[in-house]
């Protein structure tokens, strides 16, 4: 599942393009991927004020203060394209024959059309994403259910200090994931914070000293931070609209790397399953 850097990566690119645009009308494949039932109705003639990330969702801000919020999945893309036929946006690669990012294919769920002839397509295999419109109380009680943004100023080092606290006993690397403490935090930056932090993912909240929570939220902003400017991670779960995988997964220290050396002191990197997420990381490096 694409993780905050490539959420937010797909909605760097959408807001360059559907700015200011007018839905026109829509056509939806697949009914229980949106919602509520009168969606075409309330999206027909909304004007696009923003687009905007919450956690691992895509908020595209309508004038009238209704949000149109996608959240891609295991295998979702949304795709804008013009009217020559480029593209901008992102998600889950597909891997098959006779798909084009570009055009409607087996895989597109839904079409949102612009009044200037440009769309917005919803690509999904598994069918697991989704489109809800809310209004602005909506998503704020959405918002409410989930964590603090690691990337914005609320995430304090207090505020992490009583995250923490507020789930001892759980193994870090759990707590990470959990998206109701902080948001957007997935495997990928998860296994890569810990490294560089030189913590094991295994420990318990409660054992982590004063100097490694600094060092872990740290490395946690400066990790995510760059795996933005890389455009994200592609590892079986992000392409870029024009077909382009993150570069991130170039600077992959562990995630996915079990059974080969740990760059930092040559050890063979160990895996092991936390809160049933598949964890790599060093044994000798971690502690």
């Known amino acids: 599942m694409p993780e905050l850097p490539e959420v937010q990566t797909v ?12 839905f026109s009308d829509c056509q939806i494949k697949v009914a229980k ?29 309508l004038a009238g203060g209704q949000y149109l919020i996608v959240h891609l999945k295991m295998t979702g893309q949304l795709v804008y394209v013009n009217r020559r036929g480029q593209a901008a946006g992102g998600g889950h690669p597909i891997k098959s024959a006779d798909f084009a990012i570009t055009r409607p294919n087996k895989f597109t769920r839904i079409i949102l059309n612009f009044a200037d002839g440009s769309r917005l397509l919803f690509h999904d295999i598994r069918k697991f994403g989704w489109l809800k419109l809310v ?5 704020a009680a959405i918002s409410r259910r989930l964590g603090v943004e690691p990337l914005s100023k609320n995430f304090t080092l207090k505020k ?28 990928i930056y ?17 054992s982590l000293t004063s100097a490694e929570i600094r060092r872990l939220r740290s490395t946690i902003i400066s990790k995510l931070k760059e795996a933005i400017a890389f455009g994200g991670t592609s590892v079986n779960t992000f ?47 971690q502690k």
């Open 135 to 139: 209004d602005r109380a909506e998503l």
């Open 160 to 187: 992490f200090q009583d995250i923490l606290e507020r789930r001892p006993n759980l193994k870090i690397k759990q707590l990470l994931l959990l998206q109701e403490l902080i948001a957007g935090i997935g495997n």
């Open 33 to 61: 991927m949106v919602s509520p039932k009168k969606f075409k109705v309330l999206i027909k003639n909304s004007k696009v004020s923003n687009v905007l990330r919450r956690a691992k969702m895509i908020v595209i801000e």
């Open 11 to 22: 909605v760097n690119h959408l807001a360059r393009q559907i700015k200011g645009k007018v």
């Open 190 to 206: 998860a296994d890569e914070s810990l490294f560089m932090a030189r913590i094991n993912p295994g420990r318990q909240a409660k």
């Open 239 to 285: 392409v870029s609209s024009s077909g382009r995988r993150g570069h991130f997964v170039e600077k992959l220290k562990v995630y996915q790397r079990s059974g080969q050396k740990c760059y930092r002191c040559q050890s063979i990197l160990t895996k092991t399953v936390i809160g049933g997420r598949g964890t790599v990381y060093c044994s000798h490096c």
